[in-house]
């Protein structure tokens, strides 16, 4: 008997529904006949506000400086608006918004909004720098394009400018690229002159673009009526009669006013790799946008069954491929979701618990791809499931009954593949991902997406608004190392600093910038053996060489141990581990981290597995990048040296946030108060977090 493959349907067929035949959502705006008044006034105004809203076209886009540079929103929204990227990953790329609407046209006013949802706002309206802060577009954030290079609609390639709408400066990139970028340009020359990409639309303002999925039957469908919904409205390059999520997603992008050309080529169990030795004649052709989905266990641990490495390869070849026909495609990967059934078959926990840990290895596989490969970006599916159960909007153990007022994400059959509300969801994830566009303002009455699929517009309005939280939110970012820092106290200056007695750390930098307000934790119940090293007396014990923000000393081994705070956390919050380690040697220790409450009591499933790598990079013998050097005079023999204080050791740090542990809504784990560090080599000196903007 043939092995059925995780992701391979055996389908369950229900009557189909009649396929939409042209049907287009519409808004209607009533008036009610009276007395005028305030009320009359406020609905006028409304009224008049979404008319303007539905006037409003947007699109995906980059703006390359005359050096090549790319205009990078600093930290991908909350800071000054920069020009250093030779690459255009999250931080380079931008919603623009022609207010105007139609087509895109010299003398339209645009805004430009970052991956954060923050819009670029031109100080005092002019004549200096261009942040990422504000939360709506007013005058300072409205800016006229001009096309350079002939008349006629603004399309990708172009060679525009763009003029604040208060003062009448151009944006102005110092050196034509490289620094910074600021809205002081008295005319266009070269220091203002932008080449713009419009992604997802085949190069035009029109919003027409070709775009392939890639992948199996958790693309097509496991089932009616989502296999074959939409069919007619997409192209099947394997002539299966697929219509799927790019179905969907089709009928989606119509509601939107865009005009994709949706092409499907999925094979139901099928890897990445598979359709790389199998299928390249239709993925190396010259797409727009190609979207990859991976088999569902791949991505995963080795442990729990998957192949990360054979991931990592057949992504990478299809990104390679795609690029070599086409270098300005846009290629995303397609983060599936942790299921009841593959939970189980894989090792992890049952429940929501289960489901979390799950979804947090297939994350970090996912953005570990799209970092150190190059990806567009992650459609972050698979998390938006995950936020659906944490909502209450979702049913996460269906094998017992849906619970009233909650949903079915996966197929009743096998729970395993998505349902007709997994799919939307999908699709609408993509949607967002994909466009740019709000899935929020989707349609969902007659003549939907949602309604043809038999979802109530209750629910596709959730799912929609759950598309929206989940594409806007911050990105998980993998742990990144400390790579530098300051302290006080008794301290040497130097390269590295040199601790040489009582110190403090005051600050850190990281990738993210350079942070000062760190705040210490308490420590409590280490069960390392080994004697605490310091720097001066040895500590009474390792809970008190491991506390708080002094790294002159450090518990040795710590085995386990609890880290509390006393504050709730948030998106923004960035947590740290200082560790020492001979100058002999690396920095940096296998750790697993947890989320705990104030009682130590584990948070759900939260949790990472940090590596030794995670660390600040530094060689054997080599303290160059080490965050500082000290020679303990009391604690272990071996570290302290004989006499005491003639070994070196040397100080390095990691960072990670909460979407590194897992957590996709910081408000569902308001319990936590602390971290849980499980390493039998870590040497902790100092345990914190910190507070990006």
Known sequence: ????????????????????????????????????????????????RQEAALAETQW????????????????????????????????????????????????????????????????????????FTATAPQAWEQFTITKLNGGGNIVS????????????????????????????GASAREWET???GISGSGGSSGGAGSILFVGNSFTH?????????????????????????PGIFKQLTVQAGLSYNVTIETVSGETLSG????????IGRAWDTVVLQENSTRPLPTARGGS????????????????????????????????????????????????????????????????????????????????????????????????????????????????????????????????????????VGTGSAAAGLGISSTDASNLNRIAYEITAQPLPLAPLPALGATFSGSVTAGTPANLTGGAQLTSLTTAEGTFTNLVGATANSITGTNTPNS?????????????????????????TGNFQFGTAFSAKTRFFIVESALTSGTIGDDTVVTLIDASNNQVGAFSLSLLASHFTASAAGNTSSALATINYTGGVASVTGSPAGTVQSKLGAVTFSLADLGVTTPANVGAARGIRLASSTLDPNAVGFYTVP
């Open 221 to 245: 469908g496991h089932e009616e009526p989502v296999y074959s919904y939409n069919k007619g409205a997409i192209t099947d390059a394997n002539g299966s009669g697929q219509g799927g999520v």
């Open 275 to 282: 359709h790389y030795a199998t299928k390249s004649a239709i």
């Open 194 to 196: 932008l080449t713009l």
């Open 157 to 184: 390639g172009d060679q525009i400018a763009l003029k604040t709408g208060v003062t009448g400066q151009f944006i102005s990139a110092a050196n034509a690229g490289g620094g910074t970028v600021t809205a002081t």
């Open 60 to 131: 995906t886009v980059t703006l390359r400086t005359w050096s090549s540079h790319y205009l990078v929103a600093d930290k991908g929204g909350g800071a000054a608006l920069m020009a250093y990227s030779t690459a255009a990953n999250e931080w380079e790329t931008f919603t623009l918004t022609d207010v105007n609407g139609g087509s895109l046209v010299t003398g339209d006013v645009v805004t430009l909004r970052s991956i954060s949802g923050q819009w670029g706002s031109a100080l005092n309206g002019g004549g200096g720098e261009i942040r």
């Open 308 to 443: 990360p490495a054979d991931f990592f390869t057949g992504a990478d070849n299809l990104r390679r491929l795609v690029l070599s026909k086409n270098a300005s495609a846009k290629v995303y990967l397609y983060e599936t979701w942790a299921s009841p059934a593959s939970v189980s078959a894989q090792g992890y926990t049952g429940g929501t618990a289960g489901l979390q840990a799950m979804q947090s290895d297939l994350r970090g596989a996912y953005f570990k791809a799209s970092s150190e490969q190059g990806f567009t970006g992650v459609a972050r599916v698979g998390d938006g499931f995950l936020r659906a159960i944490e909502q209450g909007l979702a049913d996460p153990d269906p094998s017992n009954g849906i619970t009233p007022g909650t949903f079915n994400l996966w197929s009743s059959s096998d729970s395993r593949h998505a349902g007709k509300y997994g799919s939307y969801l999908s699709a609408a994830v993509l949607f967002a991902r994909i466009t740019g566009a709000d899935p929020r303002t989707l349609a």
């Open 1 to 48: 008997m043939r092995r059925v493959q995780p992701d391979e349907p055996s389908r369950v067929m229900y009557p189909r529904p009649s396929r939409l035949l042209g049907l287009t959502a519409m808004t209607f705006l009533a008036a009610s006949v009276g007395c005028g008044g305030p009320l009359d006034m406020e609905r006028d105004e409304a009224m008049g």
């Open 535 to 559: 720097r001066g007396s040895t500590p009474a014990n390792a809970n008190a060489a491991a506390s708080g923000l002094g790294v002159n000393v450090g518990a040795n081994n710590l085995g």
